[in-house]
Nanobody, 115 residues
Framework: QVQLVESGGGLVQAGGSLRLSCAASRSIFSIDSMGWYRQAPGKQRGLVARISMSGGTNYADSVKGRFTISRDNGKNTVDLQMNDLKPEDTAVYYC?????????WGQGTQVTVSS
């Protein structure tokens, strides 16, 4: 089992930046991947960015060039740096961990971008 706790959400104006952090309750050194997903009202939850154990990354097309995912194995954290935020980035952002076929989710953190 592992618990994931997100932090860093909030309200920001368009063009601003936020940094989300996801802290795992134990080592993330041997996991398959960790990532950030988001869900806006009335929409399905979808991938924002993902980082594998080897450090490979994937991004949704809508955030490429604006968002950067990173991990710190020593601190058991995965961060999402979000720059040039747009109103369409408004959503609840969830941290997800994949390990041995099991998926774990955090409780989510709200990001609201005003125009």
């Amino acid at each position: 089992q592992v618990q994931l706790v997100e932090s860093g959400g909030g309200l920001v104006q368009a063009g601003g930046s936020l940094r989300l952090s996801c802290a795992a309750s134990r080592s993330i050194f041997s996991i398959d991947s960790m990532g950030w997903y988001r869900q806006a009202p009335g929409k399905q939850r979808g991938l924002v960015a993902r980082i594998s154990m080897s450090g490979g990354t994937n991004y949704a097309d809508s955030v490429k060039g604006r968002f950067t995912i990173s991990r710190d194995n020593g601190k058991n954290t995965v961060d999402l740096q979000m720059n040039d935020l747009k109103p369409e980035d408004t959503a609840v952002y969830y941290c997800r961990l994949l390990e041995g076929g099991r998926i774990y989710w955090g409780q989510g953190t709200q990001v609201t971008v005003s125009s």
